[in-house]
């Protein structure tokens, strides 16, 4: 279940003004992907779908393969070079009737909740709206490990999805004060007439969510 949303105001940081949400049907986990144009999902889908195959297929220990996408008749899911993605792909592909919403509810009731989870972070923390891109990337993660009354006995999507219960020990409040550890050599940017050991440590931070690519 695709769908897109935007363009949001001001503009995230990265230059980004859509989200895609992508919801497994399955589990009902949700992936948000970050475009600065619509012209863009193409490319960001192909990136989703290798990285979310290769993880799936390593957790399951199984070929995992995206098998079909159902979403709304938009310019950007009905062009030539998707049609020529979701073919070679060999992915079937399911529209809704134009003006009928519902039947793309699941995609369309995720945006709903994550921008409820995503309002409430950035004005509870005070932060600019220029972090909703983080933002929604992040309640995209945190939403796989709560229970969903979609799924049976309201499981959370990764248990769904695992048959494991999830961790949460890594979760921290989105925006909350951390802090980052400063080199020597960064220190001595900060005051060149001490000494960097004397200099502290480390810088206070805003909490954005964890790096895509690096642990912790």
């Not at 079909?68 to 070079?81: F, L, M, Q």
């Not at 509870?124 to 945190?142: E, I």
Request: hydrophobic share 40%; net charge positive.
């Amino acid at each position: 279940h695709m769908d897109t949303f935007g363009p949001l105001r001001p503009t995230a940081i990265g230059g980004f003004r859509y989200i895609v949400v992508i919801v497994e049907d399955m589990s009902r986990g949700a992936s948000v992907l970050l475009l600065k144009l619509k012209s863009q999902l193409l490319r960001e889908l192909r990136r989703w779908k290798d990285r979310f195959e290769t993880m799936w297929s390593r957790i399951k220990h199984m070929k995992i393969r995206v098998g079909s996408i159902r979403s709304d008749n938009a310019g950007e899911y009905v062009s030539k070079t998707m049609n020529d993605f979701l073919f070679s792909s060999k992915i079937d592909r399911e529209l809704s009737v134009p003006l009928s919403s519902p039947q793309n509810g699941v995609a369309e009731r995720h945006i709903q909740r994550l921008t409820v989870m995503v309002r409430h972070a950035l004005l509870s923390q005070r932060l600019r709206f220029k972090f909703w891109g983080a933002a929604f990337k992040y309640a995209a993660h945190v939403s796989w490990l709560l229970p969903s009354m979609a799924n049976p006995s309201s499981q959370s999507p990764w248990q769904v999805a695992t048959g494991h219960l999830p961790s949460i020990d890594h979760l921290r409040v989105f925006g909350c004060r951390c802090w980052s550890f400063l080199t020597l050599p960064e220190r001595s940017k900060t005051n060149s007439k001490v000494s960097p050991k004397l200099l502290p440590a480390a810088e206070v931070c805003r909490f954005v969510g964890p790096a895509e690519h690096s642990k912790g």
